[in-house]
């Protein structure tokens, strides 16, 4: 893209705007995603910089490309991704500080240096490169997307046919590491899920919601039992217990 | 819309070798949905050995073959065929391993691997019959080997990398014992191996660049022809090279190798180590052989350094190692470098050295790994140094097999390992690249102290209390170790015929 | 050397004459306890089938016409790398159809004595059972008998080799077979190392022929002889001959075959009397071309017979160790063989047939010395033998007939086979007849006096017994082939004479018109008289028994005693200055050499240590790793292609 604009040829003022404004956006992505602390924020990035992709190959006459990266990366893969963090919650017991000495800093210098030599290399061997071919390719079998599918069928065929060998592979994994085949009589029935939620040492009401009882509506504030003890049950264990101000943990006048 | 749309020729008999494995391991996922539990594991390991059987039986038939097909994504020629041969007859020998039953009961694989570790549930399936996945899984990374090594564009074979990758991943996970080990392996290997195909995939974005063909045979050709700045073409090497290293194990990129090795159940470990090699290997070839031949002479002096840094690196290592499987795997990243030698030997005796190379240290390993699988006590495997000891006394038999193994390894003359030792260090003196055969000769000097060492540990020590016992081989584990001991010293004996074979193999169809 | 002809019909098959005792060696020491039961037997049927076969062999070759009477087959190439080309292949001659026979057929009768042998074996301190101990000890046979047809049968140098330390390392693990004694442990030992010193010379030679002439093959090999320097053969005919002379138990090397005999007496018969220990006459004898090609070398083995034959028949005549005798005369008998060999031309086949009779007696020696051992609880020492003659009545005549033979008394093996050795000797031109033909005829007369005082002791004159001995007879399972050994050297003299020149004409050459000294009549004359004067002497002197204790003696007993200070003089010549070398070499080498080694050592152990914790086991750690390894290798190749190391 850099190239073409430097060369100055068939790059319409659009496609420069378009480039300008939104090759910021990709690469400020991407860092986020890499920098984010949290893995939904990092997916969520990723889903910016790919959203600018899609953009950049539709500018660069490959509609097809384009529309698979909005819908299968950003629609499908990347929302898949953000169903499963989820699903399995963010457990706080995740650190995040770094005990390898001088792992960050090594990791800056040599990533650094590396994503350097690589682009300041592309950046010059592609200098000059015409942009060449594409009317010819798009011609010969009627369209951009056609032209894809044709060589998908014929020259890519037998690749075609792998990936999908590739993806059974795939779902067999996930069936593999993630289903426990339960054995007849292993899962306990309705009479007797009843029995012992009813049987004794366990609380059968709903647990109570946090912020009840207390001056504070925040979900952080644990709920105030009758006793006027506070219930740990009542929030989510991630989350830190919130410190009460002296007027907030004082009795209130309901006790009495 | 347009009507002229033409399939390629396929010649399908070429092929034939991939598609009988990919349809086996289809066939065997099938065989997991609809077969009764406790038939799976005969009817899977009979078909899978019939499968790979077959396969080989098809790659001897096509013997003599030179032919690009596919559209130009299979080459089968003479490497490829040779290369497909060796891997598919450790294919068999691994896939007994995978199948032995007997000397743990259950076999080497967990149940249910999604059962959280050291839970009820998990106590309670500490006898249960293994996963059968497992071999539809070692097929696909069998079926994706074998295209890796014929693969004669890159996009073809970065597909094959991923599927042979893929059920290894998936495999290493698998560990009856040691479930966290094993699971960490998996995840190590995964995330470093995706990490290195990025690098792959990056190369050969920037070779497509250079000559607007991602085919090996148009790379060469455009080394000639291409306006493109040739800077481009280098990074591309570096970067596809630097992929394929990571398969192979070589330094600097053979950091996972141990770790994966340990974790990962021991069938799985014979596996990699022979059959992953092979593949690697043989994809290594041909990228340098037939479409960067041309540079031979600028890629020559820097994958020397990585050869020389990854004996030594594998020798140096190997020798404060105290768990046989962790010394196996630097000793397999020494002998990646040995391997490299042959292949920096550029031309026909460099290729052939190389592929023979390959040959008899897979059959070393997988006898090697037989053994380790045997050596036990109540909590499994027992692969630290010190409760070897002794071994000798005890189980003279095959402790024996494991001191041949060993020496083959260590390269003492009448073992296979010593002709491909030197079939490679010849090779390397032939074309005048006399330093890496000093470097090969130092580590091969260095590393032949830590394999001695165990056979010294088996033999001269006494048996104490701490020494493991020696479970009798099954069927399986038997024949896996008869033909692996076999062939290290029949390649040792009688090498002629192989090296033949080799060497009439070894022309690349560009 | 005369042509090949084509490995047809059963010569197809040669490399089956090895493969069935290898084969049968691997099942017994592989097949562990199973093979207890039936082991034994089928090592004696293996050997007994290779013997079948070697005589199938032996017809078809001799159908061949005289002059392409040989078959070479080539099994595979070992290597061929450069100039280096080894084939594995084998030459089945006259030469070697010969010594297969010898082998196998000797071989076959000494493994059924064995299983007499055995079930009778003494007990020891090994921790295995009679079942365990016997097939180990057949394993051990039967890999003895693979290697020793390797070695005859080998078309190269190199294989001869193979063959030759297969036979090193079977006759170690036989001598220390009861490993669990100390005498039979250090005698295991010493044969190892002096042989060592002998192989050293051999390989040696191997090397030089390769440097000279590109190749091992006999065929090769022989081709090339004419080309080389006089030195040259000097040195490798020198080198060869030190190979023989470690395996034969030649002077000087010959101490450790007495010791040898710690071994079970089936092994001392086969190998250290009838096969091995002739090994170093079958490398001289298949070196001819290149022992002929060369005067002085000739020169220098005949004498090395002669005062071998001479050194053993004198030690011979002091031992009381009925064992032990019987070693020394194989040293003396053992002599002649090289004796004749060294004396070139036709007397090559004269010594061959010594060594073909001299397998059947001497073997028959010792198994009777086994029997009578065995009848005596033990005993070894023939002070304490005396009238065994009534009451092991076969053991006896057998005995009684391989002391005819051995000393030579017409018409039994003996007499034909060393006569004419004495004759050939005799027919040296010059001084050196003289010297030759005296020193042979001088050791007829000693091997006659100290056989007699042998047998004499052993069999006749008074009961020496320890009190409450009982001899008794040895079962007929040792007693046949006592019997079928004492047939062949009663008959296989004669026959031998006649045939086996003739046999063994494709591989000599044709004999020459003898212009000797003395005439063939008068030297059978001169030897039976010193012969006749040995015996009756020996006779005579032990008739009525012999002291107990070792009476004192003039300085030359004591000396044989001493076995000629052979022991002494090894000390003093090779032992000392070796210690003081080596006390010299570990002083440089713990100082220096260990010093570098040791440090080398360190310094990899350390730099591994070190290297290792760089293996943390964090994937972010291996990444980073994998990160500064990619961005060196695209550097190097950017900065390759852009010419900055050109």
């Known amino acids: 893209m850099s190239v073409l604009l430097a060369q100055g040829v068939e790059v319409t003022a659009g496609e420069a705007w378009t480039f300008w404004l939104l090759a910021p956006i990709a690469v400020i992505g991407a860092l986020g995603m890499v920098l984010a602390r949290n893995a939904v924020h990092s997916a969520l990035w990723l889903v910016l910089t790919m959203l600018a992709l899609g953009v950049f190959y539709v500018v660069q006459s490959a509609p097809f490309l384009g529309l698979v990266q909005v819908v299968v990366y950003t629609g499908a893969i ?10 399995v919650g963010r457990d706080a017991a995740d650190s995040l500080i770094e005990t390898l000495r001088g792992q960050r800093a090594a990791a800056v210098l040599v990533g650094g240096g590396l994503a350097a030599l690589l682009a300041t290399g592309t950046y010059r061997w592609l200098e000059g490169t015409p942009a060449a071919g594409l009317a010819e390719a798009n011609a010969e079998h009627g369209g951009n997307t056609e032209g894809l599918a044709n060589l998908l069928f014929s020259r890519w065929v037998l690749g075609f046919e792998l990936t999908g060998a590739l993806l059974i592979v795939a779902a067999l994994g996930a069936l593999m590491l993630t289903h426990i085949v339960r054995e007849p009589g292993e899962r306990l029935s309705q009479p007797e899920q009843m029995r012992a939620r009813f049987a004794p040492g366990n609380y059968p009401a709903p647990k109570p919601g946090p912020g009840v009882f207390a001056t504070s509506s925040s979900n952080t504030t644990p709920a105030k039992l009758p006793d006027g003890t506070a219930s740990p049950r009542s929030i989510s264990p991630i989350l830190p217990i919130r410190e009460l101000t002296a007027a907030e943990a004082a009795d209130k006048e309901t006790e009495r | 819309m347009t009507t002229d749309f033409q399939l390629p020729a396929i010649d399908y008999q070429a092929i034939s070798p991939l598609l009988i494995l990919f349809g086996v391991a289809c066939l065997g996922v099938l065989v ?11 009817v899977q390991l009979g078909m899978a050995l019939v499968g790979v059987l077959a396969a080989l039986g098809a790659v001897v038939l096509l013997a003599g073959t030179n032919v690009v097909t596919a559209g130009g994504s299979v080459t089968v020629d003479g490497p490829a065929l040779f290369m497909q041969g060796a891997l598919l007859a450790f294919g068999v020998v691994a896939l007994l391993l995978i199948g032995e039953r007997r000397v ?30 497992v071999f539809p899984l070692a097929m696909f990374s069998l079926g994706g080997m074998a295209l890796f090594i014929a693969a004669s564009d890159l996009l073809t074979m970065f597909i094959a990398l991923e599927l042979l990758s893929l059920p290894l991943y998936l495999m290493c996970a698998l560990a009856r014992r040691h479930r ?3 699971q960490e392996a998996a995840v190590k290997y995964f995330l470093l191996g995706a990490y290195a195909s990025g690098f792959f995939l990056f190369g050969v974005v920037l070779a497509y660049g250079y000559a607007g063909s991602v085919d090996l045979a148009a790379i060469h050709a455009a080394v000639d022809t291409s306006q493109m700045n040739p800077a481009l073409l280098y990074a591309a090497l570096a970067l596809i090279v630097m992929g394929l290293l990571f398969k192979t194990a070589a330094a600097p990129f053979h950091v996972w190798a141990p770790d994966v090795y340990q974790g990962a159940p021991t069938p799985i470990t014979a596996f990699m180590a022979a059959c992953t090699k092979v593949a690697a290997f043989g994809a290594l070839l041909r990228v340098t052989y037939v479409a960067f031949e041309r540079l031979a002479w600028d890629w020559l002096p820097v994958i020397g350094v990585i050869a020389v840094l990854t004996m030594l690196v594998g020798a140096v290592l190997a020798v404060t190692q105290t768990d ?25 005796t460099g290729a052939s050295s190389a592929m023979f190379y390959l040959v008899a240290y897979g059959f070393a390993v997988l006898g090697a790994f037989a053994v380790i699988s045997l050596v036990r006590d109540r909590e499994g495997e027992t692969t630290h140094l010190s409760r070897w000891a002794g071994l000798g006394r005890r189980s003279p038999l095959v402790a024996g097999v494991f001191t041949v193994v060993m020496l083959a390894l260590a390269g003492i003359p009448l073992t296979g390992g010593f002709t491909a030792k030197f079939a490679v260090f010849s090779a390397a003196l032939e074309v005048g690249e006399g330093w890496l055969v000093i470097a090969g000769v130092v580590s091969s000097v260095i590393i032949a102290f830590p394999y001695l060492r165990v056979v010294v540990m088996m033999w001269l020590s006494e048996p104490s209390e701490s020494t493991a016992t020696m479970v009798a081989p099954g069927l399986l584990t038997g024949t896996a170790l008869g033909i692996g001991a076999l062939a290290v010293v029949g390649l040792g004996v009688v090498p002629g015929p192989v090296l033949d074979l080799a060497h009439d193999a070894a022309l690349f169809l560009r | 050397m005369s042509e090949l002809s084509e490995a047809s019909g059963l010569l ?26 039936w082991g034994h037997l089928l090592g004696c049927a293996s050997v007994g089938a290779a013997f079948l076969l070697g005589l199938g062999m032996f017809g078809q070759l001799a159908d061949l016409d005289e002059h392409r009477r040989a078959v070479e087959q080539q099994l595979w190439t070992f290597l061929a790398v450069g100039d280096l080309r080894v084939d594995f292949g084998l030459l089945f001659d006259p030469l070697a159809a010969v010594f297969v026979l010898l082998i196998t057929g000797v071989g076959f009768l000494i493994h059924v004595y064995a299983v007499g042998y055995l079930a009778h074996a003494p007990h020891d301190q090994t921790h295995e059972s009679a079942g365990t101990a016997r097939r180990r000890f057949f394993g051990y046979f039967n890999l003895f008998v693979a ?3 390797v070695l005859v049968l080998g078309n190269n140098y190199l294989l001869l080799y193979v063959g030759w330390e297969g036979v090193g390392l079977a006759s170690y693990l036989l001598i220390a077979f009861w490993f669990s004694r100390p005498a039979a442990a250090t005698a295991g030992k010493k044969a190892f190392l002096m042989n060592r010193v002998g192989d050293a010379g051999f390989i040696l030679a191997i090397f030089l022929l390769f440097a000279q002439v590109g190749t091992v093959q006999f065929s090769g090999v022989f081709a090339g002889v004419a080309g080389m320097s006089s030195t040259v053969l000097l040195v490798l005919g020198l080198l060869l001959l030190l190979g023989a002379t470690g395996k034969s138990g030649q002077f000087p090397l010959q101490a450790w075959l007495p010791d040898a005999m710690e071994g079970p007496t089936p092994v001392s018969a086969l190998i250290h009397a009838a096969t091995m220990v002739t090994a170093g006459v079958y490398l001289i004898a298949r070196s001819h071309p ?64 010594h060594l073909l009779a001299h397998g059947f007696f001497k073997a028959g020696l010792f198994l009777g010395a086994g029997s009578v051992m065995r009848g005596m609880d033990d005993q070894v020492d023939i002070r304490r033998f005396g009238g065994l003659w009534r009451f092991l009545p076969i053991t006896w005549a057998t005995f009684g007939l391989a002391w005819l033979a051995i000393i030579g008394i017409p018409p039994l093996s003996g007499f034909f086979s060393k006569d004419p050795i004495i004759a050939a000797a005799f027919d040296r031109p010059g001084w050196t007849g003289w010297l030759f033909g005296g020193a042979a005829l001088l050791g007829a007369g000693l091997t006659a006096f100290y056989m007699t005082r042998l047998f004499v002791l052993t069999f006749h004159g008074p009961k020496r017994w320890t009190e409450g001995q009982r001899p008794h007879e040895s079962p007929p399972v040792m007693t046949i082939p006592l019997i079928l050994l004492a047939v062949g050297t009663v008959a296989a003299g004669w026959l031998m004479s006649t045939s086996v020149v003739d046999w063994l004409t494709p591989v000599f050459g044709e004999a020459p018109e003898p212009h000797g000294l003395l005439s063939h009549g008068q030297v059978t004359a001169l030897t039976m008289a010193v012969v006749v004067i040995g015996g009756v002497g020996g006779w005579a002197m032990f008739r009525n028994g012999t002291a107990l204790a070792p009476a004192p003696a003039g300085p030359v007993v004591t000396a044989a005693r001493a076995n000629l200070y052979g022991d002494a003089v090894n000390a003093a010549l090779f032992e000392k200055p070796g210690r003081w070398l080596t006390r010299a070499l570990v002083y440089v080498d713990n100082k220096g050499i260990d010093g570098i080694v040791n440090g080398l050592a360190a310094a990899v152990g350390g730099g591994s240590a070190r290297i290792r914790r760089l293996q943390t086991g964090f994937v972010r750690s291996y990444a980073m790793s994998m990160l500064l390894g990619a961005l060196l290798i695209v550097g190097a190749f950017v900065a390759v292609q852009a010419g900055w190391f050109a």
């Open chain 1, 78 to 87: 990347m929302m898949l991704f953000l169903f499963v963090l989820m699903l």
């Open chain 2, 32 to 42: 997991e949905a609809f077969v009764p539990r406790p038939a799976r594991r005969r």
């Open chain 2, 104 to 133: 743990e009961p259950g076999g080497a694989f967990v149940a249910q691997p999604a059962i959280t570790v050291g839970s009820e549930a998990d106590q309670r399936q500490a006898s249960a019959p293994g996963a059968t996945e």
């Open chain 2, 180 to 182: 966290l080990i094993s």
């Open chain 2, 324 to 348: 046989l499987k962790r010394l196996l795997a630097y000793s397999s990243i020494a002998n990646a470098g040995f391997v490299l030698v042959g292949v920096l030997a550029v031309g026909r």
């Open chain 3, 12 to 37: 197809g098959y040669v490399w089956l004459l090895v493969a069935i005792p290898a084969a049968s060696a691997a099942v017994l020491l592989l097949a562990g306890r199973r093979a207890d039961r």
């Open chain 3, 147 to 149: 290697a020793m047809l």
């Open chain 3, 290 to 353: 290149i022992f002929s090609a060369n005067l002085t070398l000739q020169t220098v083995v005949v004498s090395v017979g002669a005062a071998t034959l001479l050194i053993g028949a004198i030690i011979g005549c002091a031992k009381d160790d009925i064992k032990r005798v019987l070693a020394w005369s194989t040293v003396s008998q053992i002599g002649y063989m090289f004796l004749a060999v060294g004396l070139g031309g036709v007397a090559y086949a004269l010594g061959l047939i």
